[in-house]
């Protein structure tokens, strides 16, 4: 009798150790489980915020200058658009107005990577089929653009078109960090007065 209350005392040790070394193992899966999708869902919300968004002041020759801009070169205006976390509330300087097409598209970059949907903005200078007349909706088209890494070059889609006013801006990011130079591009209608 005595060996029996020993052996099954030892067998109740045993497994409780399991259960607590497999309820610890668990634990840690749902942490790292838990941290992985914090990253996919971190990285899906946008493939531009790790970006670095600061480009050149240089544009594209056969741009034009938007003569009547709602917003002139050197004013301020509000960010309306939120392409980027930070950006949306933002004060933004004019750096440049322009007359164009704009056109949301969806590529995947030279880089390698998740596909890029509906990107804002691509402009009818910046890809080489765009020809005189404003592009189609489903138009497979090549970016000239170099906004982001893995875009000039890169085999596009156009999702939609607007015949508009766009901006070249300069704004500090609401969530703080580096100003941010020269960012292509915002419409007109992404943009309010202070």
């Keep these: 009798m005595k060996n029996k209350s020993i052996l099954l005392a030892t067998t109740i040790l045993v497994f409780t150790f399991i259960l607590v070394a497999c309820s610890g193992s668990n634990e840690n899966m749902s942490k790292e489980d838990s941290e992985s999708q914090a990253n996919i869902e971190s990285n899906s919300e946008s493939n531009m915020d790790d970006m670095n968004h600061s480009g050149s002041s240089k544009v594209p020759n056969d741009l034009e200058k938007a003569e009547n801009p709602a917003f002139e070169v050197g004013n301020q205006a509000i960010i309306q658009a939120d392409h980027m976390k930070g950006m949306k509330g933002a004060e933004a300087t004019i750096k440049g107005a322009y007359q164009t097409t704009a056109y949301v598209v969806s590529y995947t970059p030279t880089t390698g990577g998740e596909r890029v949907e509906n990107h804002r903005w691509v402009i009818h200078e910046e890809i080489e089929e765009s020809g005189e007349k404003p592009l189609d909706t ?57």
């Design 138 to 194: 489903g138009a497979e088209v090549t970016i000239k653009a170099s906004h982001m890494e893995g875009m000039e070059g890169a085999s596009a889609v156009i999702e939609s078109a607007e015949q508009t006013t766009v901006y070249m801006i300069d704004f500090k990011p609401t969530t703080g960090g580096e100003k941010i130079t020269n960012h292509k591009w915002v419409t007109e209608d992404e943009l309010s007065a202070e």
